[in-house]
Each structure stands twice: as C-alpha cells, then as structure tokens.
C-alpha cells in the first residue's frame, strides 16, 4: 500500500501538521499490508498498551490508528452531509477500513459509541458503515450498525437504522423490533417499522449479499 | 391547492424529540441546513393535491445524486409561503426529468428572518416523510419504464447500485 492510497485526513492548515506527518510515516512502517490484516479476527487480537499483537507478532500501533480515526471524525464536524452525496468524511472513512480491516473498527467502535463525537458525524458513520462493500468487517460493522440503535441521539438512532436498511440483513430484525419497542419517538419509530417489514419481506432480492 | 416540496434530512425535524435546552417555541438550528439557500433563493417543486405527481419528482431527485439513497422531504402548503412573505417565481429545475423541471420554482429575496420563520412554520404545518430506498428504487424503475427520462441521465457512481436497478428492472415483466 502506498502513502497516496491512504485517506488524507489532516489538514494541511493543522498547527499538528508536522505531528501528522510523522504519525502517518510511523504508521506506514509499522503496517501490516492489508491482506494480513484480513486475516485477522478481530476477536483474537490481543491489545498490549500502545500496539495490536496478531498471531504473527507483527504489530501496527493502536494508538496510531487510533489518531487516524479521530482525525477523520474531528475533521468531518465542519462537513455538510447530503443524502445521496458522498463526502471527504464518507471517502476517508471507507478508505480506511478497508485498508486497516478488523484494527480500523477497533479504532471506530469506541469514537462512534461514545457518545461524545459529533452526532452528524456519527450518524453519516453509520450509514457509511451500511454501505461500505467489504466482506472482512461485514459482522463487526452489523454489530456497531445494531448498537448505534441504543444511542441516546435519535439522529444517532436513524443513522443506524439507514445503515440497516441498506445493509439489509435479517439478522437485525430481533434488535430492530427491540428498539422499536424502546423508541419514543414516533416518526422514528414509524421509519424502523418501515425497515422490518423490508427485512422480513426481502421479495426485492436486491440485498448486498451480505457484501459477499 | 398545491403543495410544495423540500429535500430535507427528516431526522434534523423530529417534533416530539425531547431537547432540554431548547426553550418553548423555538426551533433547534441544525434544521436550517436543509434551507441552506443560494443568492437568497431556495429550490421547491411543485406537487399536485392528490400527490399523483409525487413519485415522479421523488425520482428524479433521486437520480440526480452520486448514490442510490431513501429520500426525506418536507411537503407544505404554498400558502405558508406568502403567509411568510417570501416571493416564489416560476424557474426551470434541472433534474434529469423534463416535466418534474416544469413543476419546479425558485424562493426568492429570503432575508434571514423570513428564512428562519418558514423553518418554523415548515417546523409546524409541513409534513415530513421519507421514501425507503427500497421505495425509491421502484420509483426511479417505473420512471425508467415510463420514459420520464433516459437511463444514461443517472448520476450514481456505484456499479452495485445499477446492478440493484438493472436487477429490478430485469424481474418487471
């Protein structure tokens, strides 16, 4: 992989421009190549304070990673999102899963179930994470796609539930059906009942195939 | 009585979302987004009383995008605009759809307040909906089957999201 092909995240304006720099180049010697990573089950990875150890033993730095990922959202709080429109933050964020695989939703999950990031941002995530063809993620992003459903944002909760609906996969009608039991608010509500009745009808047969 | 529509994101219009900062009566900014206007102007189509015409613009919009997408949207009472004040004249839209343009006209001369009120208003009165994806890819595979415009005029970029229409189109008898 080379140093084009990854997401420009940083500002080039950034007072960490410098900073940014020497992170990508440590991240890059550090990296594993992006077949490796696919073959790595994000369940086994074992987290050693700054570094993900794969079977391998080669390590990329989760710290590194990490940065990567908060520069995408905390540069995206400026974008305008439009329906049908992709964005830099859209761009970025595909690029970088698929090229970090199981370490990039590492990275994802907690920025995006914290609650704290930027709720358009995460909202936009989540339908990014719906989207995205890419086999290697496929349960980890239905996973983060069914726990967006818990958030306290509803345009959290609605961004989740685009993303379901375009992953269109029937293993998200339990949870689905559970927070339509939770919504409170009704046009909300209305929409999750609207991707059920998709999930449970599927007749269209247009589903991503699970990205296959 | 006709109706006007906006493209909007539902999820920034949510009526019954608890915000506790949020006094009595006023609305949250982020709505505004979806009124974001360009020399004072803002784009509305036309939609007729019994909605017959809804579909129609729904695709077209639809396929004037980089991505296959649901499709959320404001439909009010025209009259909510001459109540705010603000002018409307008739202007050709530029869709793929040659008769969805003709139904399309321009808001004009929008100050800032007027702006805010219709937010309000549309807030208030409008309806707010949203066709799944699922929907609007029929709507844009009836449009296709019906001529309104040329498949060549779909803006999508993703070869998934063709092979998603071509495959429905290929099952309609």
Redesign the interface.
Same mark, same amino acid.
Do not use: C, F, K, N
């Given at each position: 992989m080379s140093l084009h092909n990854l997401p420009n995240v940083f500002s080039p304006t950034d007072s960490n421009v410098a900073t940014s720099d020497l992170l990508i180049e440590s991240l890059f010697k550090k990296a594993l190549p992006v077949t490796q990573y696919q073959n790595i089950d994000a369940r086994t990875v074992n987290y050693n304070e700054a570094s993900i150890e794969s079977s391998t033993t080669e390590s990329v730095s989760a710290n590194l990673l990490s940065a990567q990922a908060n520069s995408i959202f905390i540069n995206a709080k400026e974008e305008?999102f439009?329906?049908?429109?992709?964005s830099n933050f859209s761009r970025n964020l595909s690029k970088f899963i698929v090229s970090f695989g199981h370490s990039a939703m590492e990275t994802i999950i907690p920025i995006v179930l914290s609650e704290r990031a930027n709720t358009?941002v995460v909202?936009e995530a989540f339908r990014v994470l719906g /989207?995205l063809?890419h086999a290697t993620t496929y349960r980890e992003r239905l996973w983060l796609l069914e726990r967006g459903l818990y958030s306290a944002s509803? /345009?959290v909760r609605?961004?989740s539930l685009?993303g379901l609906?375009?992953l269109n996969d029937s293993l998200a009608i339990p949870p689905l059906k559970a927070a339509i039991n939770r919504e /409170?608010?009704?046009?909300?509500r209305q929409?999750m009942e609207?991707?059920v009745s998709?999930l449970e009808g599927n007749k269209?047969?247009?589903s991503?195939k699970k990205n296959s | 009585m006709t109706f006007l529509l906006r493209k909007i994101r539902k999820n920034r219009w949510y009526k019954t979302e608890p915000i506790d900062w949020l006094l009595d009566g006023e609305l949250q900014a982020d709505p505004l987004g979806d009124l974001a206007t360009k020399s004072n102007e803002l784009s509305v189509y036309h939609v007729v009383a019994d909605e017959s015409n809804l579909d129609r613009i729904i695709a077209s919009l639809a396929v004037n995008v980089e991505q296959l997408s649901h499709v959320d949207f404001a439909i009010f009472d025209e009259k909510i605009i001459s109540d705010v004040g603000i002018k409307m004249k008739e202007s050709e839209g530029d869709l793929p759809d040659e008769q969805v343009n003709k139904w399309h006209s321009d808001l004009y001369e929008i100050s800032a307040v007027k702006l805010l009120t219709l937010a309000k208003e549309i807030n208030d009165k409008a309806k707010i909906e949203r066709r799944s994806f699922m929907q609007v890819l029929n709507m844009v595979a009836n449009s296709l089957n019906n001529n309104y415009f040329d498949r060549s005029r779909i803006k999508w970029t993703s070869q998934t999201d063709l092979d998603k229409l071509d495959k429905l189109l290929a099952g309609r008898p």
């Open positions: 305008v439009e329906d049908g429109m992709e358009e909202s /989207r063809v509803a /345009r609605d961004g685009l609906e375009i /409170r608010i009704p046009e909300l929409d609207q991707v998709q269209d047969d247009v991503a | -």
